[in-house]
C-alpha cells in the first residue's frame, strides 16, 4: 500500500510541474519516503493545486473529515501544502517541490535531525535531477530582479513594482523566514560567505501561514526596512516573481547558493531573463577604478576598461543595482535599460506567457 502511494505520489509531483519535479530515479523515492509519511503521501496525492475545503478533499479518501483534518494540519506544519484562511476555516492546497515544498521545509531555521536530512536528501535528489535531465533551458523567467531603487538616476520610469519599499508599505501582515537555500546549504555544512539567513520575507497571506505554522516571525514595516537596507549593504539581490500586482514573497539572494541565481547563470546570457529592466552607467570623471563594483557584482558581468572606468556585459548583467550600492565615490546609477518588456500583471498573465513561449 505505501509502495503504492509512494508511486503515485511521482506521478503527482511531475503533474505539478516546477523545478525538479518528480523524476522516476532511486533518488526522488529516498527523498519522499523521508519527506513524507504513507498517509501523509496518500493525502498529497489527492491535493488539488487550488485551495479545497477539507470536505471536498476527505470524499476523495474514505477517510472522516476530521482523521483528514489532523494529517491536512501536521503536513501544513512540515511545509507539505498550502494553507489560505477563510471565514469558517482553512482551505489546503497541493504543493511543487518549488516554489514550495523545498523552500517551506527551512522557513523556520530548524537545525533538527528532520531538517539536516531534508537538506541532504534534496541536495542529492537536485543534482541526480539535473544529471539526469541536463541543464534546463529557461525560456521565460518565473522571476525577476527588482533594482535598489534608490540607485536609480533621475529622470528615469520607475514604477512602483521596481520599488522594494513599496511591497513593505503596501502589505499589513510581512513575515520573515530563512531562506531556503542558505539554510539547507548551512544544513549541509557548506560555507555562507558571511551571508545571513533569516532575510527572506513574505507577504499578506503567504506571510501569515509562513508565522503561523512554519516558524517565520511577523515583522513590523520598520524592521522589514531595516533588512532590505542589510541585504542591499551585503550585495544580495532582491528577487521576487515576476508578475507586477500579485507578489507574495521576496528573496534576498546571493551568487554562491541561491537557486534561482544558480540556474540562471548556467544559461548563455544570463541578463536576457533575469533583469529589473535597468543596467548601470558609470560617471567617469567620479571613478576611482578602485573595483569594488567589480568584486560586488553577482553575475560577474563588469570589467575594467583600458580608460579605467568599468564597462558593462549586458547580456550578463542582471540590472540589481549591487555595483551602484557598493561604489565609494557615489559613481554609478541605474538606468532604464531600453526596450525591455513590463513583467507581465498577474499570475495567469505569466503562466499564458509562459505557454506562448513554450508553444
Ligand atoms: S566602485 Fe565606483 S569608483 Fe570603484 S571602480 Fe566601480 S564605479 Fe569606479
Ligand atoms: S553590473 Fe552587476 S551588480 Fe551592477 S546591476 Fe548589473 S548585475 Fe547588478
Known amino acids: 500500500m505505501a509502495e503504492n502511494a509512494y508511486r503515485e505520489l511521482l506521478e503527482v509531483m511531475k503533474s505539478r510541474g516546477g523545478p525538479y519535479a518528480g523524476l522516476d530515479i532511486p533518488e526522488f523515492f529516498a527523498l519522499v519516503e523521508e519527506l513524507f509519511d504513507p498517509e501523509e503521501a496518500e493525502i498529497n496525492n489527492v491535493l488539488p493545486r487550488r485551495p479545497a475545503s477539507i470536505d471536498e478533499i476527505a470524499a476523495k479518501t474514505g477517510r472522516s473529515p476530521e482523521e483528514v483534518s489532523g494529517i491536512l494540519e501536521r503536513m501544513a506544519g512540515k511545509g507539505l501544502c498550502g494553507v489560505s484562511k477563510i471565514s469558517d476555516g482553512e482551505l489546503y492546497r497541493g504543493l511543487p517541490f518549488m516554489p514550495g515544498i523545498f523552500e517551506f521545509i527551512f522557513i523556520g531555521g530548524g537545525e533538527s535531525e528532520r531538517e539536516k536530512t531534508a537538506a541532504r536528501l534534496i541536495h542529492t535528489y537536485k543534482k541526480a535531477y ?207 535599460k531600453p526596450g525591455f518588456p513590463a513583467p507581465p500583471k498577474t499570475a495567469k498573465e505569466l503562466v499564458t506567457a509562459l505557454k506562448s513561449i513554450v508553444q
Open 130 to 336: 539535473s544529471e539526469a535531465k541536463g541543464v534546463a533551458q529557461i525560456s521565460y523567467p518565473l522571476t525577476r530582479v527588482i533594482p535598489v531603487a534608490r540607485t536609480i538616476r533621475a529622470g528615469n520610469t520607475i514604477h512602483t513594482y521596481d520599488q522594494v519599499m513599496t511591497y513593505i508599505d503596501q502589505y499589513d501582515v510581512i513575515g520573515v523566514g530563512a531562506c531556503y537555500c542558505r539554510q539547507a546549504a548551512k544544513l549541509r555544512g557548506e560555507e555562507l560567505h558571511g551571508m545571513p539567513v533569516g532575510v527572506c520575507m513574505w507577504f499578506g497571506e503567504v506571510a501569515e501561514n509562513i508565522t503561523g505554522r512554519l516558524g517565520g516571525r511577523q515583522v513590523a514595516k520598520e524592521e522589514a526596512r531595516e533588512i532590505v537596507e542589510r541585504c542591499e549593504a551585503l550585495g544580495l539581490i532582491h528577487m521576487s516573481r515576476n508578475t507586477t500586482d500579485e507578489i507574495d514573497f521576496m528573496c534576498n539572494c546571493d551568487r554562491w547558493h541561491c537557486e534561482v541565481v544558480g540556474q540562471v547563470l548556467k544559461q548563455p546570457r544570463p541578463g536576457l531573463i533575469f533583469n529589473s529592466g535597468f543596467k548601470p552607467a558609470f560617471d567617469a570623471e567620479r571613478c576611482s577604478a578602485c573595483e569594488t563594483c567589480i568584486n560586488r557584482c553577482p553575475p560577474e558581468a563588469l570589467t575594467m576598461s583600458e580608460a579605467n572606468v568599468p564597462v558593462v556585459n549586458t547580456d550578463r548583467c542582471f540590472g540589481c543595482g549591487v555595483c551602484a550600492t557598493g561604489c565609494p565615490e557615489g559613481a554609478i546609477a541605474m538606468e532604464n
